[in-house]
T-cell receptor
Framework: SQQGEEDPQALSIQEGENATMNCSYK?????LQWYRQNSGRGLVHLIL?????REKHSGRLRVTLDTSKKSSSLLITASRAADTASYFC????????????FGKGTMLLVSP | NAGVTQTPKFQVLKTGQSMTLQCAQD?????MSWYRQDPGMGLRLIHY???????DQGEVPNGYNVSRSTTEDFPLRLLSAAPSQTSVYFC????????????FGPGTRLLVL
């Protein structure tokens, strides 16, 4: 069953604008991760935030986590055309071996 | 390092045929997994392995078999392909089952007629 649900399903912006994607999940988690998938390619890990963290930065990426609302957001600042991709959140809620549950993704289009 | 490699890139099967999707990694990772990606469904975990000789089922294991005889390889077997198995299959690996970052292969696109 899907754990994370991204919102919006699709987002279209201009270069230089900021892009915000949201992820909601259903159960308690150990950590939440964001991955990027360029068309026809495999997924690439972007950033991980643990359940005891509230905010994390990596370059132009900022991730927040609100465990009380079971939600996370991914902000990409100063978007570039190369950021055009699908973005997925993945949650690790396992009590044993680590397994990830992925959301359906947000498709981001950044126009020059 | 080649990272995670998958073969073939694309395959067409007829219903009832069998095939093996290959996955290999050269990073000495203990943990390997298989996902399928369907339109509008995101990625779903099929099987995973925490080390050579140890495998377990994920969310959607029916119709698929796996084995892990070496650290490097983690093949996925379809014993009798069905149209419902038409999908894009991704293999992923991480340093250990406690590691959180997974490294993905480029995928195998499978069409079952």
């Amino acid at each position: 069953s899907q754990q994370g649900e991204e919102d919006p399903q699709a987002l279209s912006i201009q270069e230089g604008e900021n892009a915000t994607m949201n992820c909601s999940y259903k159960t308690s988690i150990n950590n939440l991760q964001w991955y990027r998938q360029n068309s026809g390619r495999g997924l690439v890990h972007l950033i991980l935030i643990r359940s005891n963290e509230r905010e994390k930065h990596s370059g132009r990426l900022r991730v927040t986590l609100d465990t009380s609302k079971k939600s996370s957001s991914l902000l990409i600042t100063a978007s570039r055309a190369a950021d055009t991709a699908s973005y997925f959140c993945a949650t690790d809620a396992s009590t044993g071996y680590s397994t990830l549950t992925f959301g359906k993704g947000t498709m981001l289009l950044v126009s020059p | 390092n080649a990272g995670v490699t998958q073969t073939p890139k694309f395959q067409v099967l007829k219903t009832g045929q069998s095939m093996t999707l290959q996955c290999a990694q050269d990073m000495n990772h203990e943990y390997m997994s298989w996902y399928r990606q369907d339109p509008g469904m995101g990625l779903r975990l099929i099987h995973y392995s925490v080390g050579a000789g140890i495998t377990d089922q994920g969310e959607v294991p029916n119709g698929y078999n796996v084995s892990r005889s070496t650290t490097e390889d983690f093949p996925l077997r379809l014993l009798s392909a069905a149209p419902s198995q038409t999908s894009v299959y991704f293999c992923a690996s991480s340093y250990s089952w406690q590691s959180e970052t997974q490294y993905f292969g480029p995928g195998t696109r499978l069409l079952v007629l």
